[in-house]
Nanobody, 118 residues
Framework: QVQLVESAGGLVQPGGSLRLSCAAS???????????MGWYRQAPGKQRELVAH???????RYTDSVKGRFTISRDNAKNTVYLQMNSLKPEDTAVYYC?????????WGQGTQVTVSS
Protein backbone atom coordinates (compact mmCIF):
# COMPACT_ATOMS: atom_id res chain seq x y z
CA GLN A 1 0.00 0.00 0.00
CA VAL A 2 1.38 3.38 -1.04
CA GLN A 3 0.56 6.44 1.01
CA LEU A 4 0.44 9.80 -0.71
CA VAL A 5 0.51 12.97 1.34
CA GLU A 6 -0.12 16.29 -0.36
CA SER A 7 1.11 19.60 0.93
CA ALA A 8 -1.36 22.19 2.07
CA GLY A 9 -3.07 24.22 -0.62
CA GLY A 10 -4.44 27.59 0.22
CA LEU A 11 -6.02 30.81 -0.88
CA VAL A 12 -4.27 32.59 -3.72
CA GLN A 13 -5.14 35.76 -5.57
CA PRO A 14 -5.75 35.58 -9.31
CA GLY A 15 -2.44 35.76 -11.14
CA GLY A 16 -0.61 34.29 -8.19
CA SER A 17 1.44 31.13 -7.86
CA LEU A 18 1.38 28.08 -5.67
CA ARG A 19 3.43 24.90 -5.56
CA LEU A 20 1.90 21.63 -4.44
CA SER A 21 3.96 18.65 -3.43
CA CYS A 22 3.05 15.03 -2.87
CA ALA A 23 5.28 12.69 -0.91
CA ALA A 24 4.95 8.94 -1.39
CA SER A 25 5.78 6.29 1.17
CA UNK A 26 5.17 2.64 1.80
CA UNK A 27 4.42 0.11 -0.89
CA UNK A 28 6.35 -3.02 -1.70
CA UNK A 29 8.03 -4.28 -4.79
CA UNK A 30 7.58 -1.23 -6.98
CA UNK A 31 9.77 1.77 -6.39
CA UNK A 32 8.56 5.34 -6.71
CA UNK A 33 10.37 5.97 -9.96
CA UNK A 34 8.32 3.22 -11.60
CA UNK A 35 5.02 4.99 -11.04
CA UNK A 36 3.29 7.42 -13.31
CA MET A 37 2.48 10.30 -11.00
CA GLY A 38 -0.41 12.61 -11.61
CA TRP A 39 -2.36 15.54 -10.27
CA TYR A 40 -6.12 15.58 -10.61
CA ARG A 41 -8.64 18.16 -9.46
CA GLN A 42 -12.30 18.29 -8.69
CA ALA A 43 -14.30 21.48 -8.56
CA PRO A 44 -17.70 21.63 -6.86
CA GLY A 45 -20.35 20.00 -9.01
CA LYS A 46 -17.82 18.76 -11.55
CA GLN A 47 -16.13 15.47 -12.26
CA ARG A 48 -12.57 14.85 -11.24
CA GLU A 49 -10.23 15.67 -14.10
CA LEU A 50 -6.60 15.03 -14.90
CA VAL A 51 -4.50 18.17 -14.54
CA ALA A 52 -1.09 16.73 -15.40
CA HIS A 53 0.90 13.57 -15.19
CA UNK A 54 4.54 12.56 -15.48
CA UNK A 55 5.62 9.08 -16.44
CA UNK A 56 8.47 7.04 -15.07
CA UNK A 57 10.47 8.16 -18.08
CA UNK A 58 9.76 11.82 -17.43
CA UNK A 59 7.21 12.41 -20.17
CA UNK A 60 4.54 14.90 -19.21
CA ARG A 61 0.97 15.56 -20.21
CA TYR A 62 -1.27 18.50 -19.33
CA THR A 63 -4.90 19.28 -19.73
CA ASP A 64 -5.36 22.11 -22.22
CA SER A 65 -6.59 24.65 -19.67
CA VAL A 66 -3.31 24.59 -17.70
CA LYS A 67 -0.77 24.32 -20.51
CA GLY A 68 1.85 27.02 -20.22
CA ARG A 69 0.84 27.83 -16.65
CA PHE A 70 1.39 24.61 -14.68
CA THR A 71 4.48 22.43 -14.52
CA ILE A 72 4.66 18.93 -13.11
CA SER A 73 7.98 17.52 -11.98
CA ARG A 74 9.29 14.69 -9.84
CA ASP A 75 12.23 14.05 -7.58
CA ASN A 76 12.69 10.30 -7.38
CA ALA A 77 15.35 10.61 -4.71
CA LYS A 78 12.77 12.25 -2.45
CA ASN A 79 9.78 10.16 -3.62
CA THR A 80 8.01 13.41 -4.34
CA VAL A 81 6.05 14.91 -7.20
CA TYR A 82 5.39 18.63 -7.57
CA LEU A 83 2.88 20.81 -9.32
CA GLN A 84 4.00 24.38 -9.88
CA MET A 85 0.97 26.52 -10.64
CA ASN A 86 1.46 29.99 -12.06
CA SER A 87 -0.94 32.62 -13.36
CA LEU A 88 -3.71 31.08 -11.34
CA LYS A 89 -7.30 31.77 -12.33
CA PRO A 90 -10.52 31.51 -10.34
CA GLU A 91 -11.47 28.52 -12.47
CA ASP A 92 -8.47 26.66 -11.05
CA THR A 93 -10.27 26.53 -7.72
CA ALA A 94 -10.71 22.89 -6.78
CA VAL A 95 -9.57 20.10 -4.53
CA TYR A 96 -6.32 18.79 -5.96
CA TYR A 97 -5.47 15.11 -5.64
CA CYS A 98 -2.17 13.31 -6.08
CA UNK A 99 -2.28 9.98 -7.90
CA UNK A 100 0.24 7.18 -8.32
CA UNK A 101 -0.37 4.58 -10.98
CA UNK A 102 1.42 1.46 -12.17
CA UNK A 103 -0.26 -0.97 -14.55
CA UNK A 104 -3.78 -1.34 -13.13
CA UNK A 105 -2.99 -0.32 -9.58
CA UNK A 106 -3.42 3.23 -8.41
CA UNK A 107 -3.35 5.17 -5.19
CA TRP A 108 -4.78 8.53 -4.21
CA GLY A 109 -3.88 11.23 -1.77
CA GLN A 110 -6.44 12.80 0.52
CA GLY A 111 -6.73 15.98 -1.51
CA THR A 112 -5.87 19.58 -0.80
CA GLN A 113 -8.01 22.64 -1.40
CA VAL A 114 -6.78 25.37 -3.70
CA THR A 115 -8.90 28.51 -3.86
CA VAL A 116 -8.15 31.31 -6.30
CA SER A 117 -9.99 34.44 -5.33
CA SER A 118 -9.47 38.11 -4.65
Amino acid sequence: QVQLVESAGGLVQPGGSLRLSCAASGGSGNIFSSYTMGWYRQAPGKQRELVAHITSGGSTRYTDSVKGRFTISRDNAKNTVYLQMNSLKPEDTAVYYCNARIVITEYWGQGTQVTVSS
